[in-house]
């Protein structure tokens, strides 16, 4: 079962590049490892990640803080990096659980 994307950009020449999926996999040398961070690293990250980024945010939105225009940048900070694990959870679900996303990017949300 061979699966390829192919890939256009939009330019003055139009260029196609097609990206053979099962070489990427093959690369590594043993793909088990790879799933079994994906099972235990990454829950492991998040749990860390949502507790230093809530820690963060909690600290820095102290009246005190909140004056100081960089304390504004780091709840910033902390909320995209929140935002960022939370999309962190499809590569576990499909990586490490091995359930399929397609049906995520599948979905036309403008109709």
Do not use: H
Request: aromatic share 16%.
């Amino acid at each position: 079962m061979s699966s390829t994307t192919q890939i256009s950009t939009m330019s003055s020449s139009t260029t196609t590049t097609t990206i053979n999926w099962d070489y990427i996999y093959a690369m590594f040398p043993n793909p088990m490892i790879v799933v079994q961070f994906y099972q235990i690293g990454f829950p492991l990250t998040l749990l860390i990640g949502f507790i230093g980024n809530f820690a963060s945010i909690f600290i820095f939105f102290q009246p005190s803080l909140r004056k100081v225009s960089t304390s504004c940048l780091f709840i910033l900070l902390g909320i995209a990096d929140t935002v960022v694990l939370f999309m962190y959870i499809l590569d576990i679900v499909e990586f490490g659980w091995r359930v399929s996303t397609d049906f995520i990017c599948s979905q036309n949300l403008l109709q």
